[in-house]
């Protein structure tokens, strides 16, 4: 079975400064990676994904995301937050075969302030 | 192209009652995911459908839950009678997965339940 841990449930930081969302998982076979973003009262949305390939990962909007297999870890990670970005971040498991059944961790609050 | 679609999109009932939750995925989308996400967690699946089947419910509390998804398109979730515990937020999400190979799940905005 799968499961996923995200360290910090809340992460206030000032606008343009760096931020790490931390997520590590757990499987017993070869899994796919998410990171999921949900802005209030709205559905998730696919941020970035790892499912082979290249262990560093880019969104369209500046994040990014290694997987590092050893660590078991798949941190979340931008050099410049805006307020915009604020919203809660999902971080994913599936394994990769039968179904695609995804594991969601509990989420990680970014509050971006002024 | 349109996204998933649920209605309504808040629900406010009394325990014991009957309440009912439905989804349009999108087009073409031949998987078709419940899931529930209760304040301050990540979404945890009830059931996933491909096509009319219901492949895995293994989460699905059956005693009051049931769901159907009779023409392989739209899906209902139903729960009755409603538990105070029962209030969460029900998402729906459809993906493409014919070949068996990956592909993004959509969610739709979800429906809000409060039971009192």
């Known amino acids: 079975a799968q499961s996923v841990t995200q360290l910090d449930s809340q992460v206030p930081v000032f606008e343009e400064a760096p931020v790490e969302l931390r997520c590590n998982y757990s499987?017993?076979?070869?899994?796919?990676l998410f990171w999921y973003v949900q802005y209030p009262n709205q559905g998730l949305q696919l941020l970035l994904k790892?499912?082979?390939?290249?262990?560093l990962v880019e969104s369209i909007n500046g994040f990014e995301a290694e997987f590092n297999k050893s660590q078991t870890s798949f941190h979340l990670r931008k050099p410049s937050v805006h307020i915009s970005d604020t919203a809660e971040y999902f971080c994913?498991?599936?394994?990769?075969?039968?179904?695609?059944?995804?594991?969601f961790g509990a989420g990680t609050r970014l509050f971006v302030k002024a | 192209e349109a996204g998933v679609v649920q209605s309504p999109r808040y629900k406010i009932i009394e325990k014991k009652q009957p309440v009912a939750f439905w989804c349009n995925p999108i087009?073409?989308?031949?998987?078709l995911y419940w899931y529930r996400q209760n304040l301050g967690q990540g979404p945890e699946l009830l059931i996933r459908?491909?096509?009319?089947?219901?492949?895995?419910d293994s989460q699905l509390p059956k005693d009051r839950f049931s769901a159907e998804r009779l023409k392989g398109v739209d899906s209902t979730l139903k729960i009755q009678p409603a538990e105070l515990g029962d209030s969460a937020v029900y998402l729906c999400?459809?993906?493409?997965?014919?070949?068996?190979?990956?592909?993004?799940?959509?969610f739709g905005p979800g429906t809000r339940l409060t039971v009192l």
């Open positions: 999400a459809s993906s493409n997965n014919r070949g068996g190979t990956y592909n993004e799940q959509f």
């Open positions: 499987s017993s076979v070869s899994v796919y």
């Open positions: 790892y499912l082979s390939g290249s262990t």
């Open positions: 994913a498991v599936s394994r990769n075969t039968g179904g695609f059944k995804t594991i």
């Open positions: 087009s073409g989308h031949n998987t």
């Open positions: 459908y491909e096509n009319e089947e219901a492949v895995d």
